[in-house]
């Protein structure tokens, strides 16, 4: 099945102009295909007494208090899909380096960046991701989308070599982070009554996208992520700097979600909303653009193997009914690649009744 991984090809994105170089000129205004008209009827709020929820990722792991902890962590993954995580395990030292170098990576020349471009019909490497059609919207903004665990499915053609120390680093990050994804895991399989391993084995291969958004002067025209829900199991966050631009859609609105110090940013994805059978539900989110700064983070999805049948849990379903049906998770993906990201659309493919 690894070797199935390492050669299918699921879906791939259309070369599009570098944002990164099209920022550093003055504009007079802003390409079309950029221009978002949906911004214009969209409401946003901007209220702080609407926090996303904190986890405490220690709490969980004390018996002292991981039963109240618990509870916070179900009703965070019930009621929003999004949460802030405290108190994770990660080095300081290993989340600053790697801020460092992806920092450093984008300071590289174009021509650096573009050793590690996408190939045609893949998504893997430096370039955009969903791009279908010549016509359609593009995001403001720049990603290297990599293959990292296991190891053996890294395809180091794609690996930035500047600076000299990102692999090393990227490694030791995504190992850290990994040892989250499964702590998290395992405490959620608690809430939804499963086994840790039935969860776990949703985990099986972790893919990072790292994230390049330039500031734009009209940044009220422009999107950075058009609005989507994860295609995975789980989503760990890192904001490499504390710039504003993260938001998720909540009662039909978009509610920012502010960075906070030494934390990740957890999100639920479509497996997990299957699997769960509409318990634990992914949400819509985005990415907006600052006018001034530029905005780095770091997605680190964690997803079954291609292979894997993906429908509601039985443990979960014994006594109701299955809100999803069954397919295989590459499936998923197929369909989700052939498209321009729109909100959750795909997931009415999936739906039951």
Request: aromatic content about 8%; proline content about 5%; glycine content about 4%.
């Amino acid at each position: 099945m690894e070797s199935a991984q390492k050669t299918e090809t699921l879906g791939g994105s259309l070369r599009v102009d570098n944002v990164q170089a099209l920022a550093s000129k003055p504009l007079q205004s802003i390409p079309d295909r950029y221009v978002r008209p949906e911004l214009d009827a969209d409401p946003t709020l901007h209220y702080v007494q609407q926090e996303i929820p904190t986890v405490d990722l220690s709490k969980l792991l004390d018996q002292r208090s991981s039963h109240d902890e618990l509870k916070n962590l179900h009703s965070a993954c019930q009621d929003w899909g999004f949460f802030h995580l405290v108190n994770h395990g990660v080095s300081g030292e290993v989340i600053e380096k790697m801020k460092m170098d992806v920092k450093e990576f984008f300071r590289q020349p174009l021509e650096v960046k573009e050793a590690h471009a996408q190939l045609p019909g893949d998504i893997e490497g430096y370039g955009q991701a969903f791009v279908v059609s010549d016509e359609q919207k593009l995001d403001w903004a720049d990603m290297v989308f990599l293959k990292t665990r296991p190891v053996q499915l890294r395809n180091f053609k794609f690996w930035p070599t500047q600076p000299p120390s990102f692999r090393e680093t990227l490694d030791h990050y995504t190992l850290e982070i990994q040892k989250v994804a499964d702590e998290l895991i395992s405490a959620m399989a608690k809430n939804l009554g499963v086994s840790a391993e039935t969860l776990i084995e949703k985990l099986v291969f972790q893919q990072v996208r790292i994230n390049y958004y330039p500031s734009c002067p009209q940044s009220d025209k422009v999107l950075g992520l058009s609005s989507h829900s994860d295609t995975d199991t789980l989503t760990i966050l890192l904001q490499i700097n504390e710039v504003q631009g993260l938001q998720i859609k909540k009662d039909d609105s978009w509610v920012p979600i502010a960075p906070l110090p030494d934390s990740f940013i957890i999100n639920i994805g479509d497996v997990m909303e299957i699997l769960s059978n509409g318990k634990y539900k992914s949400i819509n989110h985005r990415g907006t653009i600052d006018p001034l700064k530029e905005r780095l983070s770091i997605a680190t999805f964690h997803s079954p193997n291609y292979d894997a049948s993906i429908g509601p849990l039985k443990e979960i379903t014994r006594d109701g009914e299955e809100h999803y049906e069954t397919m295989e998770f590459k499936e998923m993906v197929k369909i989700r690649l052939s498209s321009k990201l729109n909100e959750k659309d795909y997931m009415e493919t999936m739906k039951l009744n």
